[in-house]
């Protein structure tokens, strides 16, 4: 055991403080105790994500992946980030009694300390001097890339990305190859946290392995390659893919529901020329930076690192003296900037050309929508460049200067580097949450009804997703379901009036949605908060919509045609006791054809011809629920002939559902 001289115990606890003085202020810039990042939107989304898995942990929520928001839909957590990865965080604050918010803010400050303490190890290990390393950790956790995108918090738990690159650095340059199961277990960590930070983790990691493929001693590549490497590199694939398993397969089941995204829709999300020099949170570079607010998405555009890190990427391409550069600190400098370059140029959309087109043909690629974000982990090489540039610096005046002057450099360098990253980040109270909630929840006092439906009234002037996740927080806090949802994706045949609440049919909308669904639960088992209220009372005829074949005629709610040679009319009694019905309708076609009706009773089957109608009257055998009516025609679909381009094959008109008589 070493033991440390007084002048170096000295040196050592005015390191810490140091260190522990730079990370405070990085914490005031970002997330200071008063608030909240972002807004009342993805941040309690996320919240939201959070405190299911803790539900789940301690056996509140049956599932993990079928979280009870947009009801009755399953494998919702599936459409965005799970935090499957770093839910235990949170869950650690919540058995300590910690209310869900103050767990929140928690689980942030744990990832936070955990990215910086990760950055600077990881420069230390790669020879970065003391400073040059807080320098690096300092960018990675609170540079202008991360602030400007604080708002989406899942971004917060990068902690693994540093330690990856480490891995990956220490196996091409003659590293013990049985690491790679440990980078391998790394990668996958990250993924769990975060797929969106994870996937920009591999990404960023093809340049890197690239430089060292190039520029690396042949010994270190002998090894990597030789059968026995060969091995290993099966063997740690393999295990990749089974500890991603778990992960993997309700991410796919979603996709394969809901759809890749399509290339226009990425593209508004790709980095532009511009959006390197965007960074409408900072408050120097805001005002000194050009415009780029006709940039589509712009707030998702924030990728300007400031001008410390630029500078020492300028630095370090132009300054090629090997005598400058410490020789492995040269070479970890090379491969982190192959590292930015080749995420710059395959991500790039230049005029609406993108080599990432290609990528996103890849599948599961698509499913990752805002590639802006990409610079939350690319801000790891930056950071790194940045710490060696100021670590040579110093280095290179230690041996110059008097100390007094050193001491001044160093705190002009740190000064500049303060101003150059500190941001303005937007924020809410628990308070401002609150506000939200608990006015509705006095509503729901000895409330036993398990399923909550709040609708966004023009009174209360709520943005939708406002409102859908003030619907998802109640409903969790008060263990019910919810209609409402609020997500990256939005479950096959979710009306997108009721994510959006900009419709004037929110009821039927409502009623679609449930009975397109399959959901046999009564309307009166929901709970409706905020207009509008929807009666639900009665009988109800409803034409299912989009996923069984009918499209509804404008300002004719009694009337529809369907576009195929099939369509389902669902019956509903809303009472409990079984009714037996008349039901009466008009059917017309588009030609000369056959009609079946049938139903789980009978069937019934004529011909009819255009402009001629046939009245169909049918008497329902008594029925509580739902009552399913299939129409079945021989007619192909065609043109109406007047202008319209839809298809059709024929339309029903004039129902009228009457009750004969109750049976108990």
């Known amino acids: 055991m070493t033991l440390l001289q007084p002048d170096q115990k000295r040196l050592r606890i005015f390191e810490a403080i140091f260190a522990i003085f730079l990370f405070l202020i990085g914490i005031w810039f970002v997330l200071p105790p008063w608030q909240l990042p972002g807004d009342l939107g993805d941040t309690r989304f996320n919240l939201y994500v959070l405190e299911h898995g803790y539900r789940w942990l301690v056996g509140l929520e049956p599932s993990f992946w079928n979280a009870p928001f947009f009801y009755p839909a399953e494998n919702t957590l599936a459409y965005s980030d799970s935090h499957l990865g770093s839910f235990l965080i949170y869950a650690v604050f919540r058995l300590f009694n910690f209310d869900t918010y103050d767990a929140l803010y928690g689980w942030l400050l744990v990832c936070t300390t955990a990215n910086y303490a990760s950055a600077f190890w990881v420069s230390r290990q790669l020879k970065i001097s003391y400073l040059g390393a807080l320098v690096a950790a300092f960018i990675f956790t609170f540079g202008l890339p991360v602030s400007g995108q604080i708002g989406h918090v899942q971004i917060v738990a990068r902690f693994w990305v540093p330690i990856a690159f480490l891995l990956v650095y220490r196996l091409m340059t003659g590293g013990n190859i049985k690491s790679i199961y440990l980078l391998v277990f790394v990668i996958v960590a990250q993924l769990y946290a975060s797929i969106y930070t994870g996937y920009f983790l591999l990404l960023c990691l093809i340049g890197f392995i690239l430089y060292f493929l190039v520029d690396s001693e042949r010994d270190a590549l002998t090894k990597l390659f030789s059968p026995l490497g060969g091995i290993h590199l099966a063997s740690a694939a393999t295990l990749g893919v089974l500890l991603l398993f778990p992960l993997a397969v309700p991410h796919y089941i979603a996709s394969q529901a809901v759809g890749g995204r399509d290339w226009a829709e990425i593209a508004t999300m790709l980095p532009q020329p511009l959006s390197y020099f965007r960074a409408p949170q900072s408050e120097l570079w805001k005002r000194i930076l050009p415009s780029t607010e006709s940039l589509p998405m712009a707030h998702e555009h924030i990728l300007f690192f400031g001008l410390v890190p630029l500078l020492s990427m300028v630095l370090f391409t132009l300054l090629r003296n090997p005598k400058i550069w410490a020789w492995q600190l040269r070479r970890v400098g090379l491969a982190m900037l192959a590292s930015f370059l080749v995420v710059f140029v395959i991500t790039l959309n230049f005029n609406g050309v ?113 409102t859908n996740l003030t619907a998802m927080l109640l409903s969790q806090k008060l263990n019910k379901s919810t209609i409402n949802g609020y997500s990256g994706s939005i479950p096959p045949g979710y009306p997108g009036e009721l994510f959006t609440h900009k419709s004037e049919n929110m009821c039927e909308a409502l009623q679609q949605w449930l009975i397109n669904s399959g959901e046999p639960i009564s309307f009166d088992k929901i709970v409706q908060l905020e207009s509008p209220h929807c009666d639900f009372s009665g009988d109800k005829i409803y034409l299912s919509k989009d996923f069984y074949g009918w499209e509804k005629a404008p300002n004719t709610p009694r009337w529809a045609w369907a576009s195929a040679s099939s369509a389902d009319l669902f019956i509903r009694n809303g009472s409990s006791r079984y009714e037996r019905f008349r039901l009466n309708f008009d059917v017309g076609v588009i030609a000369a054809g056959s009609i079946r009706i049938i139903t789980p009773d009978s069937e019934l089957s004529f011909s009819v011809k255009p402009g001629v109608s046939v009245f169909v009257e049918t008497v329902l055998p008594p029925f509580a629920g739902l009552y399913k009516i299939k129409i079945i025609t021989d007619i192909v679909p065609q043109l109406p002939g007047n202008g319209d381009p839809r298809k059709m094959t024929f339309n029903i008109s004039s129902l009228e559902l009457v009750s004969v008589a109750p049976r108990n």
């Not at 990528?359 to 690629?365: C, D, L, R, T």
């Not at 990752?368 to 040579?392: E, H, N």
């Not at 303005?424 to 401002?432: C, H």
């Open 354 to 466: 993108s080599f990432y087109q290609i990528i996103a043909g890849f599948p599961g690629v698509s499913g990752i929508r805002a590639v802006t974000r990409v610079g939350t982990v690319l801000v790891f090489p930056v950071s790194i460049i940045s710490g060696i540039v100021i670590s040579q610096a110093l280095d290179w005046t230690k041996n110059r200067l008097a100390a007094p002057y050193s001491l001044l450099l160093i705190a002009l360098l740190l000064g500049a580097l303060i101003l150059d990253q500190r941001p303005s980040v937007p924020g809410f109270t628990k308070s401002d949450a609150l506000l939200l909630s608990e006015p509705l929840e006095e509503q729901l006092v000895n409330n036993e009804e398990p399923v909550i439906w709040l609708g966004n009234s023009d009174a209360n002037n709520n943005a939708f997703w406002e």
